[in-house]
């Protein structure tokens, strides 16, 4: 389909490279969908913008939640004064929203260029290419993957780590959900595939992947092997230099005990699960299509505790689903209290066009979904700061990472996770060697609050770093993208010339 929109009136200096951002709402999948379209625009000679307004800009969206048209929408009318004072500028959607709305998208916000799907991501130069030739808007939406994303060029979020998908689309058919119809059917890939992925993000100093499906433990369905996903986390712990593998989502009715045996077993895979729930009660969860019950539940989690006694585990709930009862929304509550979350993604439910749950009977009442929305995660928060105070007192290794926290500036603190994915922020104790985004920190945990943990060394005595080939592979993106070098590099430079961070936080006693 082709929408006419007008000329460009200005276009770029000739010899000016032109910019982009990619805008990313909702999961993992859509995170790592956009390290492909990051790096399918740089292939184009595209370059990320710094701060001025980009020339390209890339709307990766998602159709989970009811406000994800609101969210779109209202970011396309922002965005359409500054298109019209820069007529050079394009603006593309992309993502399950897309897909779902199509045709919608051009007509609410006429001046978008481009709208494509999930199964042609590779396509967006050429459509952009082709909407700036034409003058004309592009809308591209396939029914099914062109090619998997796993071919196409990447620019990872961090160097340190990676996405790895091993399956797109999803067979099951929840009644609340909408991305089988956006995303389509179980595509597998083939393991030798994967792990050549994996190696080749480990030979560019990964030393953490995780690996992404919509259920990531279904993995092997296509080509007839039920026990793929475990052979598959086994066969992650034979690569050298990869330190921790993680994976989401799984889904409870496929999770067996040879996955569980595996994540005992293989040293690098970390004792972190993430597991969604969706609700508590068995005639919800049937209403859902949800083919596990409570009970099948509670059982999984404490096989995956018996094998792995601190496996930190996390969940997904739904509040509010048509024809909840007040009876049922105990039955939540209580799987929660018995679950022992360490973290919980809560969700009231929200009416999507096209789903079955959508015509069910029963639909609640906001004010009914909000109240019991806030005693779910009232429960759950102190849940969180529970099992957090269990872990003061504790040694814990913590992959630093380049983002730090609200507060670092005051706090003087780096932020890391550690093995089990909680949330680490920790000091440099004086004369201390600081860590590089990368390195891994040994520290004893000294405070807990709900959502993270403290740990502040009182000497260099109780501090260790030790210096990794991530830690080495975000020095050389530095360097290479003319930043400082982190502390540490110093001792290979001749010169003598601080090469220390300049937002490096370290503490004084």
């Not at 160097?159 to 797109?168: A, C, F, L, R, T």
């Not at 030979?203 to 499906?213: F, N, P, R, S, Y």
């Not at 007839?224 to 712990?237: E, I, S, T, V």
């Not at 019950?293 to 509010?320: C, E, M, Y």
């Amino acid at each position: 389909m082709s929408v006419t929109i007008p000329a460009p009136e200005s276009i770029l200096p000739e010899g000016t490279q032109r910019t982009y951002q990619v805008r990313t709402f909702g999961c993992q999948m859509n995170v790592h969908d956009s390290e492909r379209l990051s790096g399918l625009l740089e292939n184009a000679g595209l370059v990320e913008a710094q701060g001025a307004q980009a020339d390209v800009v890339v709307f990766n969206t998602c159709a989970v939640r009811e406000n994800a048209d609101n969210k779109l929408y209202g970011n396309l009318g922002q965005l359409a004064p500054v298109k019209e004072q820069n007529p050079g500028m394009q603006i593309a959607v992309g993502g399950c929203l897309a897909q779902k709305d199509r045709e919608t998208i051009l007509k609410k916000a006429p001046w978008v260029d481009v709208v494509f799907g999930t199964h042609n991501v590779g396509s967006l130069p050429t459509l952009l290419e082709r909407a700036r030739h034409n003058n004309e808007a592009q809308l591209e939406i396939l029914e099914s993957l062109d090619v998997f994303p796993s071919t196409l060029p990447t620019k990872r979020d961090a160097v340190y780590s990676g996405w790895v998908s091993i399956s797109v689309g999803c067979n099951n058919t929840c009644t609340f959900c909408i991305v089988p119809s956006l995303r389509g059917k179980e595509r597998d890939r083939r393991p030798g595939d994967i792990l050549s992925e994996i190696q080749a993000l480990v030979d560019d100093g990964a030393i953490e992947v995780t690996l992404l499906g919509q259920n990531v433990n279904s993995y092997g369905v296509e080509f007839g092997d039920r026990g793929a996903f475990a052979k598959l986390l086994r066969a992650c712990g034979d690569i050298q230099g990869l330190e921790r593998v993680r994976f989401t989502s799984p889904h409870p009715a496929a999770f067996t005990d040879d996955v569980i045996d595996a994540m005992a077993e293989t040293p690098n895979v970390m004792p972190q699960l993430h597991m969604p729930l969706q609700s508590g009660s068995d005639k919800v969860l049937k209403d859902m299509r949800r083919s596990y019950r409570s009970t099948k539940f509670l059982g999984i989690l404490d096989k995956v505790r018996d094998r792995i006694p601190h496996a930190a585990i996390s969940t997904d709930i739904i509040v509010g689903f048509p024809g909840e009862t007040e009876e049922d929304f105990q039955a939540t509550l209580d799987v929660v209290e018995k679950s022992r979350f360490a973290t919980a993604f809560t969700f009231q439910y929200s009416k999507r066009p096209g789903t079955p749950a959508a015509e069910l009977p029963d639909q609640l009442p906001k004010s009914v979904v909000q109240e019991r929305y806030e005693r779910l995660t009232a429960l759950q928060d102190r849940i969180s700061a529970e099992e957090n105070a269990k872990q003061v007192g504790r040694r814990v290794e913590v992959m630093v990472t380049a983002h730090q926290g609200r507060k670092a500036s005051e706090t003087h603190r780096l932020s890391g996770r550690s093995c089990d994915q909680r949330l680490v922020h920790f000091s440099v104790p004086a004369g201390a060697e600081p860590p590089r985004p990368g390195d891994l920190v040994t520290v004893a945990i000294t405070e807990a609050a709900p959502f993270h943990l403290v740990a502040d060394p009182d000497s260099a005595a109780d501090y260790s770093v030790r210096r990794s080939r991530a830690g080495d592979a975000w020095d050389r993106s530095q360097a290479g993208s003319c930043g400082v070098p982190s502390a540490g590099a110093a001792r290979e430079a001749k010169a003598a010339v601080s090469l220390g961070m300049p937002v490096l936080p370290v503490r004084s006693n």
